[in-house]
């Protein structure tokens, strides 16, 4: 498992039937800074989402996640899960803010 900030990534065995291929490798922006976790090299990955899970298959040998404010994670070929940091409190369930 990898851990990127509020960014999340384990292994994951198949990629859902319907998962809908997004055009672009962002996994996460930031909502106060505008900083994306996002894969650094082109046409190394694709980025699929499923309702609300996302997953990243990386095609090539390897690929680098990065983002200004953690170091660089570097994955090798297969398919990741993502998923987001959560925050609890009384009133609701919401995602970390970057």
């Known amino acids: 498992m990898f851990r990127h900030g509020d960014v999340f990534l384990a292994p994951a065995k198949t990629l859902p039937r319907k998962a809908k291929l997004l055009p672009h490798c962002i996994l996460a922006e930031g909502e106060k ?8 090299e082109h046409g190394v990955a694709e980025l699929y989402e499923h309702g609300d899970e996302r997953f990243l298959r990386v095609t090539a040998e390897s690929a680098t996640l990065v983002h200004p404010e953690h170091a660089d994670i570097p994955l090798t070929k297969g398919l990741y899960r993502v998923w987001f940091q959560r925050e609890y409190t009384p009133r609701s369930i919401r995602r970390i803010l970057d």
């Open 33 to 40: 800074t505008g900083h994306k976790h996002r894969i650094q």
